[in-house]
C-alpha cells in the first residue's frame, strides 16, 4: 500500500504557504493592472517619441529574470534603508514586473477600438474622458480581458519565485516539508495539484466570459 | 545619501567569470530550445491527432508545462525523479525542466500555427503523390515554422531568462550561478547582481534584434 509521512498539519502548512502565493499575486495584479492601465493609456494618447523613456523602463522588466529583479530590490531596499520586509518588496516587484506586460495588452486593447468609433463619439460632443469610459473601456476590455486572465495565471506561477529571497509561499513551504520528510516526489505533486487549483478556476472563468461575449458580438 | 559605499570595481572583476557564464547560460537556453521544438512539433501532431491514445498525454504534457511554475517543473526534475533513484546534476535537472515548459508552451504556438494552414494543401499535396510523412515535410512544416517564428523566438527569450532559475537546485557555472558565487563570497549583492542584469538584458535584447532580422532576410517574398 501507499504510506506517507504527509499529515494533515503539514497540508495545513502548505495552505498557509498557498495563502501566501495568492496574497502576493493579489497585491502584484491589482497594483500591475493600474499602473499598466495608466502606461497603456499614456503610450497609446501620447506622441511615440515622449513616451520612449517609459517604453525603455518596461522593457527591463520584461528582459531581465524576475529573480535578479527580486535580489535586487531587495538589496536596494536595504541600502536605502527602506526597511521594507521581504513580501512587500516581492509585491512591488511583481507589481512593476506585471504592469510591465499589462501596458501592452492595454495598448493593444485601445489600438483595437476603430479611429472613427472614436471620433463619432467626440463628434457627439462627448469629452475625452466620457469617450474614454463609455466608448473606448466597453470595446477594448473584451479584447483585452483573454490576455489579461492569461497574465494574472502567468503572475501567479511567477509568484514561485519570491520564495527565493525568503518569502514563504507554497513552493518554500513545499520546500521545507521535503527536507523533513524526504518525499519529494508526492509532495511536489500535492504542491503542483494546489497550483492547479489555483488556476483553474480563473482560468475556466476566463473561458466563460469569452464566450458569452463573443455570442453578443 | 546612502549609508552604503557601492563597489564596483570589486563587482568588475568578476565580469570575465560572469560572461563565461552567460555562454553557459546560452548554451543551456539553445540546447533546451532544440529539444524542444523538436517535442514540441510531435506533442502538436499528437494533439491534433484522431487517436485518443495520442491525444491524452501530449494533452497532458502542455496542461501540466503551462499550468505550473517553471521552478516547480526544475524540482520535479531536481527533487521529484529522486524518488524512483533517478539523482540528475543541477545542468541537467535544469535543462530537462526548460525543455519539459518549452515543448509543452511551443507545442500550443505550433498547434495554432497548424491551424492556420488549409487542409486542402495537405490534401493536395498527398494527391500529388507525396507520402504522408513527406507531405507533412516538405509542405506543412515550412509554412508552420514561418507563423510560429516569432512566437518562437520569444520562448527563447523565456528560455534564457528561464535559466536564471538553476540557481535553486545548485546550479553554479551558468550567468546567475556565478554572480550567486561571488555574492555569497563578497557580500557585494547590488553591485553583482546589477551586473547580471545588464548582461541579461543586453543578450535579450540581442536575441530578439538578431530574430527580427533574421525573419526579414528570410521571410521576404
Redesign the interface.
Known amino acids: 500500500m501507499f504510506e506517507t509521512g504527509l499529515t494533515l498539519n503539514d497540508l495545513k502548512f502548505m495552505g498557509q504557504g498557498a495563502l501566501i502565493t495568492l496574497q502576493v499575486t493579489a497585491f502584484a495584479v491589482i497594483g500591475g493592472t493600474l499602473l499598466g492601465l495608466l502606461f497603456g493609456i499614456i503610450r497609446s494618447q501620447v506622441n511615440p517619441w515622449l513616451t520612449l523613456p517609459l517604453v525603455f523602463l518596461l522593457d ?1 522588466f520584461r ?7 527580486l ?2 530590490a ?3 531596499q536595504a ?3 527602506l526597511g521594507l520586509s521581504a513580501f512587500t518588496t516581492s509585491c512591488i516587484v511583481l507589481a512593476l514586473y506585471t504592469s510591465a506586460y499589462c501596458t501592452e495588452i492595454v495598448r493593444g486593447a485601445i489600438s483595437a477600438v476603430p479611429v472613427v468609433t472614436r471620433r463619432a463619439a467626440r463628434s457627439l460632443g462627448m469629452t475625452w474622458g466620457q469617450d474614454m469610459r463609455q466608448i473606448v473601456f466597453p470595446m477594448a476590455l473584451r479584447v483585452g480581458l483573454p490576455s489579461w486572465i492569461g497574465l494574472t ?1 502567468g503572475v501567479m ?5 519570491v520564495g ?1 529571497i525568503g518569502v514563504f509561499e507554497l ?1 518554500k513551504q513545499s ?1 521545507t516539508l ?1 527536507t523533513r520528510l524526504q ?4 509532495i ?2 500535492v ?2 495539484a494546489i ?2 487549483l489555483l ?2 478556476p480563473i ?1 475556466r472563468l476566463g473561458g466563460q466570459l469569452e464566450k458569452r461575449w463573443r455570442e453578443n458580438d | 545619501m546612502f549609508n552604503y559605499t557601492f563597489q564596483w570595481k570589486q563587482a568588475m572583476r568578476g565580469l570575465p567569470e560572469m560572461l563565461d557564464g552567460a555562454l553557459v547560460t546560452l548554451q543551456i537556453a539553445i540546447i533546451s530550445m532544440v529539444i524542444g521544438i523538436i517535442f514540441a512539433v510531435l506533442l502538436a501532431v499528437a494533439r491534433n491527432s484522431n487517436s485518443r491514445l495520442l491525444r491524452a498525454p501530449a494533452s497532458m504534457w502542455v496542461e501540466v508545462a503551462r499550468n505550473t511554475p517553471a521552478l516547480f517543473q526544475i524540482y520535479m526534475a531536481h527533487f521529484g525523479l529522486g524518488t524512483f533513484g533517478i539523482h540528475l546534476s543541477p545542468f541537467v535537472s535544469l535543462l530537462a525542466g526548460i525543455t519539459f515548459n518549452n515543448a509543452g508552451y511551443l507545442a500550443e504556438t505550433f498547434r495554432g500555427s497548424l491551424r492556420a494552414i488549409p487542409s486542402t494543401q495537405l490534401r493536395s499535396a498527398r494527391s500529388l503523390g507525396m507520402g504522408p510523412i513527406q507531405a507533412f515535410r516538405l509542405i506543412v512544416m515550412p509554412q508552420m515554422f514561418r507563423i510560429a517564428f516569432l512566437p518562437t523566438t520569444n520562448q527563447m527569450v523565456w528560455a534564457i531568462l528561464m535559466t536564471s532559475l538553476g540557481v535553486t537546485v545548485g546550479m553554479n557555472t551558468d550567468l546567475m550561478g556565478v554572480t550567486q558565487d561571488w555574492n555569497n563570497r563578497s557580500f557585494r549583492t547590488f553591485e553583482f547582481f546589477a551586473i547580471a542584469a545588464v548582461i541579461y538584458y543586453l543578450i535579450a535584447k540581442a536575441v530578439t534584434m538578431g530574430a527580427r532580422l533574421l525573419a526579414w532576410r528570410m521571410f521576404r517574398y
Open positions: 527591463i528582459s531581465v529574470p524576475l529573480i535578479i529583479q535580489v535586487l531587495n538589496a536596494f541600502i536605502v534603508g495565471l506561477k511567477d509568484s514561485a519565485l527565493f513552493l520546500q521535503i518525499e519529494p516526489m508526492f511536489l505533486i504542491a503542483g497550483y492547479f488556476s483553474f482560468a
